[in-house]
């Protein structure tokens, strides 16, 4: 029911630094003739420092298209994380996201509600510490 297409690139521009990129494009088939094209584009960075930390960081954005319907959305998002490693199975680590959705339908539209949040803006920090097996 869904036809994507994906691409993503990647770089160890040094030692210590990876670089990605990436692009797809979706189009998700429903039921009376309803579907939605997607199409999202990302580029991140990840940093290694020192021996046990390393930093994150993201963006992304994305575009749909609700075909049969009068209406677009807008998702921006950017991220960044730094993870510290205190033991071979402990870690501790936080990260931030900053979230950007935006949509011409109205509020009142049962699509709206439906298929996606209305215009909104959000920030998360979040802080863990994480057990691995």
């Known amino acids: 029911k869904t036809i994507r297409g994906k691409m993503n690139l990647g770089w160890n521009a040094r030692e ?4 990605m990129f990436g692009a797809s494009r979706s189009q998700s088939l429903g039921a009376n003739n309803f579907s939605v094209v997607s199409t999202q584009i990302n580029a991140g960075v990840t940093e290694t420092i020192g021996l046990a930390t390393t930093l994150n960081a993201n963006v992304n954005e994305t575009w749909r298209t609700y075909r049969g319907l009068n209406r677009n959305d ?12 205190l ?3 402990w870690s501790i680590g936080a990260s931030y996201i900053y979230q950007d959705n935006r949509t ?6 049962f699509q709206a ?11 998360v920090v979040s802080l863990w510490v994480s057990c691995h097996y």
């Open 104 to 109: 011409n339908a109205s509020k009142t539209s």
């Open 87 to 89: 033991t071979q199975r």
């Open 16 to 19: 210590r630094t990876r670089l």
């Open 113 to 123: 509600s439906r298929f996606m949040l209305e215009n909104y803006t959000r920030q």
């Open 74 to 85: 807008t998702v921006f998002e950017a991220n960044v994380s730094l993870q510290h490693a």
